[in-house]
């Protein structure tokens, strides 16, 4: 499968260790006689958190070297360090340029799909060509029968991105199902109805993965998508059942949500390819210009899933801070009540200025707690309202 480039970009689209897997991409694509004389690295960045990064002429655009360095913000408890594996990944392009890698971009999320399709077309004047990639297979959501989904909000707003840009490029997926996110029959519908044509894995390519995994990755973020794919690759068992968690955090409490997650090894023994990303049927690939748009336009084709921006903060245009106050649905009734609780006292004492929140969660409150608090106004396009919240003044 002979195919000659100038320069190409490898996308890592779902955040968390999909920006270290384009490696695993470059390899398994130079080992079917892909050749290009430069390649640079991306991943999307976060619309909750701040980072020191260097900026580009291209919006939405920056360079990311060794040095940058990523924060959680809330106003009560001002700007905190957290892991940033895309820095850790700028280093391993630095020290290796494994095949040819020099640059590491990371693409904004703050104006949503908007955001990728205009980087995308910026940087299509000098990379010819981008390959998406996936590890786990979430980009792949087809709707409420995948039950336990986790993270399907930045795969589905890069997709959205992409096909709106003019960007030419195709979509690599491994380890499916090592997410945790999609079952093995989701997983084989998607892979047949995209028609994703499936190359074996190179058992050198997975040893050289694993290695530059442990020494450059593995103490900033482990993440469970790579060592499930590896473990799955290496696997003599046709099925691996694997305990997996949901996560939830208000101040200094944390809540899980367990469950099992099987995952066919042979599909982890091989890479595949969909050669026209716009024939995805992902149905939160929305097009949209910010995050919250996004969020209330999911809402109108699905109530309630659980997704990155679950009682995550994100700054308005007019400097106030608001709250996703949307426990996710894997939790049990009780359980999220008792979240929004919390964030109701967090909201009346200050660490945040308003709450976005569904009607229905709302009104389970009890009243004397909704007394001490007003509502600003509601979304219109979903049927189940999502309600601005902010303590009476």
Known sequence: MQKKFGKILFFGIGGGNDIFSTTLAMASLWNIGWRWEECAVAG?????????LCETKIPDVDIIDPGSSRFLDRRFDGEKKIAFVD???SNLVKDLHPYNANKVFGFWLRKGSESIAKGLNGLAEEYEFTVLVDIGGDCFYH???DKHVLSPMFDSLALAGFNSSKMKGVLFEAGPGTDGELEPDSLLEALKENNAASYPLAENTINWWETIYNKYIKKVRPGRT?????AGYRSYDGIMKKKYRARAQMGNQRFYKYFYQKILTNLCKNFY???????????FTICSNNVIQWFIAAQSYQFRTNCEANLQYIWLESGKLVQFLTPSPLFKEETQMEIINIGLRELSTGVYDQALMFESDWIEVPKKIRKKFRILGETHNVSNHLIYVAPKR
């Open 44 to 52: 999307v960045l976060s619309p909750f958190h701040s980072y020191t």
């Open 87 to 89: 820095a850790a990944m």
């Open 143 to 145: 709707g409420p029968e």
């Open 226 to 230: 790579v060592p499930m794919t590896i």
């Open 273 to 283: 390819l969909v050669t026209d990303p716009l024939t995805i049927k992902n149905p």
